[in-house]
Structures are given as structure tokens and as C-alpha cells.
């Protein structure tokens, strides 16, 4: 009888995964199925230039206006004048030249369809493309395309029905560094999105000396062998001209080597601040002096380097209210060894690094974190984490398993606890996948109610994750556009669940790495069936407030009704 | 007779013991060294080879064959070939358990990739092995502080005081326990006691800057971010610092003498420098670092000997030809100064700190109409010049 107990005891205990028992599925890779077949070039030689293992990024906007996110991915390209893309390590296979790409998202015919609308749409994306920014910059509603690359950078005009004209050279907005991540925002409140582009390294491939692993193998080099470019800010005249001001502006009082970076109004005094995440310098916080120009605040708040004074290898970087006290915290991807940091904002930007009472430190090291961004993937109210990793440096497992291009690592979902912390999981498969991740942006794709995430691969294909858990909860789904019809980036929006329950989200597509978020904002409210109030503070100043907003659905907010 | 059976039996069940341990030894993960350089590769070789024949021979000692293992572990450990380092010390501390070398590194190698359960595993057995070894409580704490275990993270930096009461970096964990209880005063208390053992270790300032910030005192954060650096604490540690002693070539020296510099200990990281020169007589890199470093000891004439080296051994190196310059532009040597100004403009035409040196120097040479058509290339302020008659 006692035998039988035992085992009756160790049947109770079998985990799940021996008995066939898997939870469900949090999201669903459809890429391919849907149309959106991509795949990044990355025109690597084996000789180690650092841009081949930097990009790509892609954003999700709606281009046409009809109501469902379209998408750009961004395209790699060779490095040296006199290589064909069909002779390199991973040679290209696509039947013309690489080129960035434009998808049309068919939803609103029916279906979740993408159809690659590049040829018709006027985009020639065929530098060696790093990423991708979105803002409408002349208030006609449409949105627009800011493409950084290693070289020349490219503004497109959107023209409406489709089509977008280069106006890289009459809006001034070139800059002909090596450019990472950019950014729309008002940062002096005159209605006209200005742009933010941050550089990250001085790199030729004349200038790229050989450099070593500390096994003495040849390894990529850190980007502090090249000098740091600065970044440059561009302040929109509203013409169609935008004016260089990053000197008289302070912006260039700071250098680093950029890779993310995020708007916001950290300190919650109505003018949107920015914030650039810098690889192995410290980070910045430009804290706008409501007077055209910025000061960095970053090492006193607090903000500039991790808990211990070090630097990091700040890459993807993105904000939100976390915890929901109001106010918002930043959270920047690092480095494999180096642990991934959360910067809460106590109030009035001052910022204490709280990863690892978060739970976010152990869970960081094991990978190499790229794209970034808080979501509340389940609709449970809280701000959940997505990370998009890939390793920069060889991966032992995967070099004995004679990977070509041995640099994969999974991605990561954190589930907030709602206390103050987040929770890895671990058990989904499509998060699994062994790739180099670098872009990553989130949108509600197939406008249910949830996040959806594309993710962009460096030497691989672009991943769109449907969410399949998240409309289990019920959700506000908000637009906010300005009197033009513009989104209006930088908005802050308060979502009035009950008196103790508001929660605050601001309307961004910056943030990530070299990529573009949806515009719209996607509030959980978990099981509530309705919101006492949605309160607006507009870019402007001003606030308004909206009752009886409807909730499971897209709403537009526009202001001053 | 009892002494004969005495010792047949501990024959038998040293046997016993021997078979056993060498049965749970894990195959070892061979590095691919194919693209490492070829004296590492040698060096690897030649130990692995020594492990293989050590293995094989039947006569090899329990205590013999783990010292192979343990041996080749660090030279792994040393070249940052991390998973056959560590097959390496788990083999070497089955077959020595008691050796307090092997169970450290691979709790050590552990810790260093993340693996914090077997750190702390690793770490608990090395304590019992041996109670002195102050690095072991110190990475006890490191571990527990990283996890956000805090109350055992503080017993173990105290453990550590105890054996060394002045350890800096068991201070440095103390006040950082401190800092995320926002305990500011104490956390003070620590980094200062930290900073009085550890001067140079400037990136204290930075702990102590945010424990200050806690107490609202902004004239004390700001004086403190001031000094802060890159230069942190860290624990004595014979036994890992030992593994940079076996690393081959100039990168190890350079390191070290990188680390000095910026904890502006010029005359050790001369010295370092001077290893990495040796080491490899032609890599440009350690000479110009020595020759930076000669500079800032007023040893002009040796600083300028190691920037003409570098020069003639890798004539693009913009900053052995701009540090040159400085040398001889100090010494109102102003016409050969232009000359490597030129060369270093040459190889990068927007170097504006180039570029305003030069236009300095030409001023200095009377050579205005050069000077100011590069002031207005380079968009540089005008400098008033006075031509050379």
C-alpha cells in the first residue's frame, strides 16, 4: 500500500512538458503566411566590418490612412564599392538589388495580407540602410519616412495614394554619417514634428583596423575605435524646411556612440525631453530648457550609467510607466555579461537604477538585448517588456554546431507582476527561435484589440507575431490627432479606469531600436467593462478630457474637437 | 600483518576512489582554434597534448591528472574560451576535491558567465576549503547582490570584514546593500571607507554621488560626479590574477597599462606599456600608449622616440603623427610640427583637432596664407598671423 502511495505521488508531480500539457500559445509567427516575406542582406566579407552586424530595424505605420498598420522593413547593403551582393558570405539571392521595402496590410479588405508595394510607391531604399523613423513633417495627416543609413540618410515625403517623393535635399535633413535610430517630436511646441537622428560611429572601411577577441581570434571591433560623430537635432520651419540647430540647440555638447533613442517629458513639466542610449559612453538625457535648447542631465539624474558608475553598451532604449506611479522609466538593452537596465523615474527625472530589484538582471545577461519596448502584451493594465537579442560576438553551442552565422539568441517576454517587477517567460516557442534579432516594433496589426510584434533579423526574415491572449481582456484603443490630422506624437494620454487606477501612456512611435511603433495607443484595462475618463495633454499644453469613450475598439481623440 | 592489510585496504580503496572519479570526468569540449593566433594556438596545444597523455597513461596519479586538467582549465580560462575551461576544473576538482584552486576557478567561471546557482554552490564548498581567502566571501556578496538577496549579500562582505577589515571592495558591497535599502547614510559610510583604501577607485564617486542625492545634499552629488571615472573595486585575488600571467603577446600588458593610465598611475602603466612593447616590438598601438604615457612623465625625448616608431611601423596612424606634433610644437619646433600635421590631415581631412593645431602652427610659422585658407576649409576661428619675411 505504501509503494502505491509513492507512486501515485510521483505521477502528481511529472511536469507538464513530459506529458504533452503546453500553455497556450501567448503569440503566433505569420510572417511568411500573411506576405510579409523579407529577408535582411547584410553584406558581411569576413572581414569584420561593424555595420554587418548592426542593423536592420522596420516600422509599422499606416501609410495609406485606411486604418490598419502597413510596414517598412529596412535593407542592408554590401559595404565596399567593388562587391556583388551574390559573391559575399551570405550571398543575396532576391531577384534585383537589395532594397528596403515597403507592405501594404490589405486588413481592411478582409484580411491580414501584406503586399510588397515598393516598385509603385517611389521608395529607392538602396543604401546600406540602418533604420527607420515616422512622423508626418508637413501636417497633411499622411505619414512620412525618415530612412537613417551608413551614408547619406533619406527623407520621403508622403504624397498620398501611395507614393512618397525624396526630399531628403530640400527639407535639409541629410546627414552623411553612420546613422542608428531617429526621432519625430515637438520639442519646442510649434505644431511641426522637428527630428532628432543620433550617429554612432566615424567608420570607414578604410578607417577599420583589425581587431581581436581576448581568445586572440579576429573579432569585430567596439565602436570606440572610431571617433563618436555626434548627433544631430533638425528643427522643422514648417515650409518644408528644416533648420540644423543641433549647436545652438546644446545637443552637441555631448558626444557618444548613439544606438537608441526615446522622447518623453521625464520630468513632467509639459516640454518633451530626449533621451539617447550610447554605446559604452554614458547615456544622455537632453532636458529641454522650454527655450530651444537642452541640457544633459543624465549623470545626475541619475540616468547616464548603471547603479555601479559604469558605462554600458546602451543599445535599444524605451519608455513607460512602468509601475504606474505617474511617471515615466526608461529601460535600455545591453550586452551579453552586462545586465539590461531599468531606470525608474522617483519623480521630477530623477532616476534610481532598479533592474535587479525588478527581476531584470539575471534574466539580461545571458543574451545581447537590441530592440526594446514596454507593452502590455495581456491587457492587464500593466506595461509588460519585449527584448530583441542577437549576439554580437560567436556563439561557442552554435559554432559547434557548424552554424553559418552563429550569433542567434532567443528574444524575451517579461510579464509585469504589477509589483514593481517583471517575470520572465520562458515557455514559448516562438520566442525560442535562435536569431539575430535586432529591430523591433509593436503594433495591433490586425487591429483585435492586442500587440502584435514584427521583429527584424539581422542575415534573416522579419517576424510578425500575432498575440493570440491579449483581447481576452478588454482594451481602449485611441488615436490622437491634432487639428490637422496629424498623430500627435508626444501627446500624454490618462486613461481613468477607476478613481485609483489611471494609467498613463504616451503616443510615440520612437523608442526600440532603428525602428517605428504604431501611433495609436493601446490601453488594458484587464476585466474592467468600462473608464470613468481619458484625459489629453496635447504636445501644446493643453488637456482635454473625453467620457464615455467606448471601450474594445478604436477611437480617434482629436484635439480641440 | 594488520599493517600489510592496513595497506592493501587503502590501496583498494584508493582504486575504488580512483576508478570512480575518472568514470564521472565530463569529455571536455575542445576548443576551435583555427583562428587564434598561432603562439595561443601552441600554447593550447602543447597543454592539451600534455592532459591527453596524462590521460591515457595508466600510471598517472588522481592528484597528477587533476593538476593537467586544472592547468589547461586556466590556460582556457585565461583566453576567455569559457565552456572548455570549465569541463577542465570540474574534472580537476572530482579528481582533487579538496584542492581549493580548482573548485574556486570553476565557482569563479561560473560566477563570470552568469551561472549563479553553480557560483554560489561552487563558492560555498571553496569556503569550507578554505576560510582565508578573503575573494571568496567578497564574490559571495557580488553573486547575493546581483540576485537582490540582500540581507545574505551583507553577511557575506561582513564575513568578509572579518577576515580583512579593511577590504575595500567588501566596503564597496556594504555600501551598495546600503544604497539599494536606501540606507544613504550608511551607504556613505562605506564608499568613503571604500575611497580611503582604494584612492584611485574613482568610480566610487559616482555610489557615493547617489547615496548623497538620497540625503538631498546637491553640493556634495555634484562634487562628487565630478571626480568620478571609469577606475572600480576590486577584490585581491591571487589565483584569478594569475591567469592574466599565462596570456602570451601584448594585449595583456596594454591592458593593464590602459587601466593605470586612466587611474593616472603613469609610471605603472609606462611600465605596462613598456611589457607590451616588448612583448611585440611592432605594434604601433603600445607605442604610441608608451609614448602618451613617457609624455605625461616629462620624458619628451622618449615620447618622441616611441611616436617615430610607430610612425615608421604603421605610417597612417593619425595619432602617433598628431602626438608627435604636440611634442615638437611644444618645443617651437614649428616646421617639422606642420609636417606630421600635414601627414595626420592627410589620412583624416576633418580632424578639427588636427586641423586646428595646424592652423596654429602655420600661424606660428608665419605661413598665413596657408593658415587661413585652412581656418576657412575647416570653417576654424581666424587667427591673427604675421607673415615670415
Known sequence: ?561 | MKNFLAIVFLLISTTVYSQSSRKDLVAVRLPDLTSVEKSVREQVTELQDSLASASKNPATTETALAEAYGKLGQIYHAYSLIEPARDCYLNASLLAPKDFRWTYLLAKLDQQKGSFDDALRGFRIARSLRQDYVAVPVNLGNIYLELNRLDEAKASFSAALELDKNNAAAHYGLGQVALSSRSYAEAIRHFEATLAQAPSANRVHYSLAMAYRGLGDLEKVKAHLAQQGSVGVRVADPLLDALQNLIEGERLPLARGKLAFEAKRYAEAAEEFRKAVAAKPDSAIARINLGVTLSQLGDVEGAAEQFEEAIRIEPGRVNAHYNLAILLADQNKHEQAIAHLQSALALDPNDTSVGSLLGSELVKAGRCREAIELQRRLNLKLIECHPKE
Open chain 1, 1 to 561: 500500500m505504501r509503494i502505491i502511495a509513492t507512486v501515485l505521488v510521483l505521477l502528481l508531480i511529472v511536469p507538464s512538458s513530459v506529458t504533452g500539457q503546453t500553455k497556450p500559445a501567448i503569440f503566433k509567427e505569420v510572417a511568411a503566411q500573411v506576405g510579409l516575406s523579407f529577408q535582411h542582406y547584410n553584406g558581411m566579407t569576413g572581414k569584420f566590418y561593424l555595420p554587418e552586424i548592426t542593423g536592420s530595424g522596420g516600422a509599422l505605420f499606416d501609410f495609406d490612412n485606411d486604418g490598419d498598420l502597413d510596414c517598412f522593413l529596412v535593407q542592408g547593403n554590401t559595404l565596399e564599392p567593388n562587391t556583388q551582393p551574390g559573391t559575399t558570405l551570405f550571398p543575396w539571392r532576391g531577384p534585383e538589388s537589395p532594397r528596403g521595402r515597403l507592405f501594404r496590410n490589405d486588413l481592411t479588405k478582409g484580411k491580414l495580407t501584406f503586399t510588397d508595394v515598393t516598385q509603385q510607391s517611389g521608395i529607392v531604399a538602396t543604401g546600406y540602410g540602418m533604420g527607420v523613423a515616422v512622423g508626418d513633417i508637413n501636417n497633411d495627416g499622411l505619414p512620412d519616412l525618415y530612412l537613417s543609413n551608413l551614408g547619406a540618410n533619406q527623407m520621403y515625403l508622403n504624397k498620398g495614394g501611395g507614393k512618397f517623393t525624396d526630399v531628403t535635399k530640400e527639407s535639409g535633413t541629410d546627414d552623411p554619417r553612420w546613422s542608428t535610430s531617429a526621432s519625430f517630436f515637438d520639442y519646442d511646441r510649434d505644431g511641426w514634428l522637428d527630428l532628432m537622428v543620433v550617429n554612432y560611429a566615424d567608420f570607414t572601411t578604410a578607417n577599420s583596423p583589425n581587431c581581436f577577441a581576448s581568445n586572440t581570434a579576429r573579432d569585430y571591433c567596439t565602436p570606440r575605435v572610431f571617433r563618436a560623430p555626434g548627433n544631430r537635432l533638425f528643427h522643422n520651419k514648417g515650409n518644408g524646411v528644416f533648420e540644423d540647430v543641433t549647436v545652438p540647440a546644446g545637443v552637441s555638447k555631448e558626444f557618444g556612440h548613439g544606438l537608441g533613442i526615446v522622447t518623453a517629458d521625464f520630468n513632467n513639466d509639459g516640454w518633451i525631453d530626449i533621451y539617447v542610449a550610447n554605446d559604452g559612453d554614458q547615456n544622455q538625457l537632453w532636458t529641454n530648457q522650454k527655450n530651444g535648447t537642452f541640457v544633459n542631465d543624465a549623470l545626475l539624474a541619475g540616468a547616464a550609467v548603471n547603479r555601479n558608475g559604469q558605462t554600458e553598451a546602451g543599445m535599444g532604449v524605451d519608455v513607460g510607466d512602468f509601475d504606474g506611479n505617474g511617471t515615466d522609466d526608461i529601460f535600455v538593452t545591453h550586452l551579453m555579461d552586462e545586465i539590461n537596465a531599468l531606470f525608474v523615474n522617483l519623480g521630477q527625472a530623477v532616476f534610481e537604477d532598479r533592474t535587479r530589484e525588478a527581476g531584470l538582471g539575471m534574466p539580461g545577461r545571458r543574451f545581447t538585448g537590441f530592440g526594446t519596448f514596454f507593452f502590455d502584451y495581456d491587457n492587464d493594465g500593466w506595461l509588460d517588456l519585449f527584448v530583441a537579442n542577437g549576439s554580437v560576438q560567436l556563439v561557442p553551442e552554435l559554432v559547434r554546431q557548424k552554424n553559418p552565422f552563429p550569433l542567434g539568441q532567443p528574444n524575451q517576454l517579461f510579464r509585469n507582476t504589477g509589483k514593481g517587477s517583471f517575470v520572465e517567460i520562458m515557455d514559448q516557442a516562438e520566442l525560442q527561435l535562435l536569431e539575430v534579432s535586432r529591430g523591433a516594433t509593436v503594433g495591433d496589426v490586425d487591429n483585435d484589440g492586442d500587440a502584435d510584434v514584427l521583429v527584424t533579423n539581422n542575415n534573416g526574415p522579419a517576424r510578425l507575431l500575432l498575440n493570440q491572449v491579449g483581447n481576452q481582456n478588454h482594451w481602449l484603443g485611441l488615436r490622437l490627432v491634432g487639428k490637422s490630422g496629424r498623430d500627435m506624437l508626444g501627446a500624454l494620454v490618462e486613461v481613468v479606469v477607476t478613481e485609483n487606477s489611471v494609467l498613463r501612456r504616451r503616443v510615440r512611435t520612437d523608442g526600440s531600436y532603428l525602428s517605428g511603433n504604431d501611433p495609436r495607443v493601446l490601453v488594458g484595462i484587464g476585466q474592467s467593462l468600462k473608464v470613468k475618463a481619458v484625459r489629453v495633454r496635447w504636445p501644446g499644453g493643453t488637456v482635454e478630457e473625453w467620457k464615455d469613450v467606448a471601450v474594445d475598439q478604436y477611437t480617434t481623440l482629436k484635439e480641440g474637437r
